[in-house]
């Protein structure tokens, strides 16, 4: 389990000072997958290097499987090597001198300086863990991308650490190769059971691999939950638009209707559910992501109120197309099944789903 409480770190600059983690408190149980997600410079890595003794915090307190790392009041700073933790950097770090096998020993041999008949089982464990049993003798520089991300996520848990750290493991690889290896990422978490930090500002992986997820921005963590509930229920207009890029409709909130709202806007009245509350009269934001957007060519084929609108712009991306449509002047993303076309300039009408939308109060925003 890791606990981490109140922590502060800054970085002095010639403009002063600046917060690169401002006092954040997050919790990960034994055994869950636990992202940090935002955008670069949000403190994402520096929360992580703290964690691993990396970056030295001005405040607060961390805590691996119950032990204190790190206490400002208690004064205590364990150095990386004794918190027995494992890590992957995004640039991996392989080793180029090194074959496979002496990569993923290196650890055991320097570290925890484990009994050399242990260490010939060990590395072929964590190698086997990764399908590089077979290329243990092989240059570490001659593998291929996956390959190197492997082999450092093999030397990162050669250890069995108490917790696995991750930062941006994957940012390096191509789409396809991404995709694969977020697969084997988590099965490998969830094979050895390991407490797992991951740090990234892709949404995709964040939302298709973790637990929980908690979104940062300017040092500050802004949203914690499971990944569903991030998604469809965002606490502020910044979560709403970096998880899935929703459309931001502003209104004002005009009655509640059973567990859901009706919002007046400039363009038409608006329903949704939504599970924050809201006070009638206050400025809001109407928030719908553009998968929740259904398009038609006449209002008679929806089965849910809407507005007539214009195809503005149209890119076809295989799995489904993106358009950008205009409602008087505001324009919306929508995302629909590519057997739902339309041309630039052709007239239709779109529908949302209430029970797909959500309201983000005035005071969050």
């Not at 409480?5 to 010639?14: C, E, G, I, R, V």
């Not at 195809?311 to 197309?321: A, D, P, R, Y």
Request: overall charge neutral.
């Amino acid at each position: 389990m890791l606990v981490v409480q109140n922590l502060y770190k800054s970085f002095a600059t010639d403009f002063g000072a600046v917060k690169a983690v401002d006092r954040i408190s997050f919790e990960v149980p034994q055994g869950a997958f636990f992202s940090l997600l935002g955008p670069s410079g949000c403190g994402k890595t520096t929360t992580l290097r703290c964690i691993a003794g990396l970056d030295r915090p001005e405040q607060g307190e961390i805590k691996v499987d119950g032990a204190v790392v790190f206490s400002s009041n208690q004064k205590i700073l364990i150095p990386p090597h004794q918190r027995n933790i494992g890590m992957v950097f995004q640039s991996y770090a392989i080793w180029p001198h090194m074959n496979v096998f002496d990569n993923v020993a290196f650890p055991l041999r320097i570290g925890q300086k484990v009994p050399r008949r242990y260490v010939n089982e060990k590395v072929q464990k964590a190698l086997a863990l990764v399908h590089l049993e077979d290329l243990g003798n092989r240059p570490a520089t001659n593998l291929s991308g996956g390959q190197q991300q492997r082999l450092a996520l093999a030397r990162a848990v050669v250890r069995e650490p108490k917790l696995l750290l991750l930062d941006e493991p994957l940012s390096n690889l191509d789409a396809k190769l991404r995709d694969e290896m977020r697969i084997e990422l988590k099965r490998v978490q969830r094979t050895l059971g390991l407490t797992t930090v991951y740090v990234t500002h892709d949404q995709t992986e964040a939302l298709s691999m973790s637990d929980t997820v908690a979104v940062m921005n300017n040092g500050r963590i802004i949203q914690v939950d499971e990944p569903k509930r991030i998604y469809e229920h965002p606490v502020n207009q910044f979560v709403a638009d970096f998880i899935g890029a929703a459309n931001l409709i502003p209104g004002t909130l005009v009655a509640t209707n059973g567990d859901g709202f009706v919002v007046e806007t400039p363009y038409g009245t608006l329903e949704c559910a939504n599970l924050e509350h809201g006070k009638t009269g206050s400025k809001v934001l109407f928030a719908v992501k553009p998968e929740d957007i259904q398009l038609f060519s006449n209002p008679s084929e929806s089965l849910f109120p809407g507005w007539p609108a214009t195809v503005e712009q149209l890119s076809f991306l295989g799995g489904f197309v993106d358009y950008r449509i205009s409602v008087g002047d505001l324009t919306l993303r929508a995302r629909v099944h590519p057997s739902i076309y339309f041309r630039a300039g052709d007239k239709v009408h779109l529908s949302f789903q209430s029970h797909r939308c959500s309201v983000i109060a005035g005071d969050n925003l």
